[in-house]
């Protein structure tokens, strides 16, 4: 026969067991949520940008999970590791804060050129490993002028524009790069920018046509806009015709 107490242990117990296994429940929920609903500016999903970009950057998958913040809050996040040989707690990781409303805040800062599509990100993680010199990056990749397609002009997609212009990069650094809004100016918006340098077989000014500056930059989810002399031409006039007529 149970006594009071044991009784009393057995519903502290069960209760415990109970809340365990609910919590257990939330987080897959969370996250299927996240893989479910978030999505790219061009609609792809978290795990069809990782699954393509695992392909030609050293990006190797680990898993997801449900964190909890110092504030308390839960984030969904996502760990990653640069070789297969790294040991477990050396991952990076991408995080989505998703608020009471559904919506969906990702970060850190580096991860943001997901939002442009998997190209954009691939291309990010590559132009770093350059920069960090990490061993056999992916140049043929980051070279690739079909991966810029993404930067959309009132011409064309970017990298069509410049293989129709007959240019190849042939310098790095290549950029593609995210700001956050500032701190004293928080209206300012997420900012992103991707930073070229191209040779063209065309005629024209040498300071364009070697080792010409392509910079584009993007406020929000506002049009792309050039911000270089060279990208201006490229925004405005047809491929070929980006040294017919001076500008001011």
């Known amino acids: 026969m149970h006594t009071r107490k044991s009784l009393t242990m057995m519903i502290v117990t069960g209760l415990f067991v109970l809340a365990a296994m609910m919590a257990q429940a939330a987080e897959p929920t969370l996250v299927a949520k996240v893989k479910k609903d978030w999505r790219a500016q061009d609609g792809e999903t978290a795990e069809q940008i990782f699954a393509k970009v695992s392909k030609v950057a050293h990006f190797v998958p680990r898993g997801w999970e449900v964190a909890k913040t110092g504030s308390g809050d839960e984030v969904v996040v996502f760990s990653w590791a640069k070789h297969s040989s790294e040991k477990t707690g050396d991952e990076y990781t991408i995080t989505w804060e998703v608020a009471s409303d559904g919506t969906m805040t ?20 590559v132009a770093s490993e350059v920069s960090e010199e990490e061993k056999n990056p992916n140049l043929r990749f980051l070279h690739d002028l079909s991966n810029f397609n993404f930067v959309t002009t009132a011409q064309g997609k970017l990298g069509d524009l410049l293989k129709r212009g007959r240019c190849a990069i042939t310098n790095d ?38 080792g010409g ?22 925004a405005n006039h047809p491929p070929g015709s980006w040294f017919d007529r001076p500008e001011p």
Do not use: N
């Open 173 to 210: 650094p290549v950029h593609v790069t995210y700001l956050p809004p500032t701190f004293k100016v928080p209206e300012t918006g997420d900012l992103w920018a991707v930073h070229l340098q191209v040779d063209c077989d065309i005629p024209g000014p040498a300071y364009f046509t070697r």
């Open 213 to 234: 500056v392509v910079l584009f930059d993007r406020r929000g989810k506002e049009d792309w806009k050039p911000a270089s002399v060279f990208a201006r031409r490229i």
């Open 106 to 125: 990702l970060g850190p800062p580096y991860a943001k050129p997901m939002e442009l599509g998997w190209q954009a990100f691939a291309l990010s993680l």
